[in-house]
């Protein structure tokens, strides 16, 4: 990396107001401008406010095991930040997804069978999980339309989507170590 490169990714990071975005564009990590409301930018907002949702839930009492696979996904994120930010990077690979997997089937093992939907809520961790799983989702979402429009890696898309499914079971996970069970919907509770 020349003194040149090093001294504009050092200034990136120290100097926060830069007053290059007052216009509606903003950098990407390739040096190219985008206008804020384009679909990678999107996309990226949509991901940054979900790592933001887990350091959120990071902040409560959580189970060991729980609080080591969050740490990990917020890392995950920022990687998968910096491939939507570098148009044609590939930066998620297969093993991150298939972690996500084997996660889902360790913390899925110990719970009871789901035999009706939940609704999420319980204990304030498990409340929170769900935000970030809704979080997640619309940042699939996102993702989706800016595929739609610009390949990105089918790892990152792979990601998000096990993603979604790991806080789902982490929001069940959370309730039953907080000694709440699963909050069942009751179809047509409220109908009559």
């Known amino acids: 990396m020349s003194n040149t490169e090093s001294e504009r990714k050092g200034n990136r990071l120290s100097k926060i107001v830069t007053r290059t975005g007052d216009a509606g564009t903003t950098g990407l990590g390739d040096g190219s401008r985008t206008t804020k409301d384009s679909l990678r930018i999107d996309a990226i907002g949509e991901v940054d406010e979900l790592n933001s949702n887990l350091g959120l839930l990071l902040c409560e009492e959580l189970p060991e095991p729980v609080r080591a696979a969050l740490l990990d996904i917020q890392h995950d994120l920022f990687d998968l930040g910096g491939e939507l930010c570098l148009p044609g990077m590939d930066i998620m690979k297969d093993a991150q997804v298939a972690r996500l997997e084997e996660l889902a089937d360790q913390f899925n093992e110990d719970l009871p069978m789901l035999k009706e939907f939940i609704l999420p809520g319980g204990t304030r961790p498990a409340a929170i999980a769900h935000i970030c799983r809704t979080v997640c989702r619309r940042a699939e979402r996102s993702m989706v339309r800016l595929n739609n429009a610009e390949p990105l890696s089918e790892a990152a898309r792979r990601y998000v989507n096990r993603l979604s499914d790991l ?26």
């Open 167 to 192: 806080l789902f079971i982490l929001g069940r996970t959370l309730n039953r170590a907080g000694g709440r069970g699963d909050v069942l919907w009751q179809k047509g509770k409220n109908a009559a």
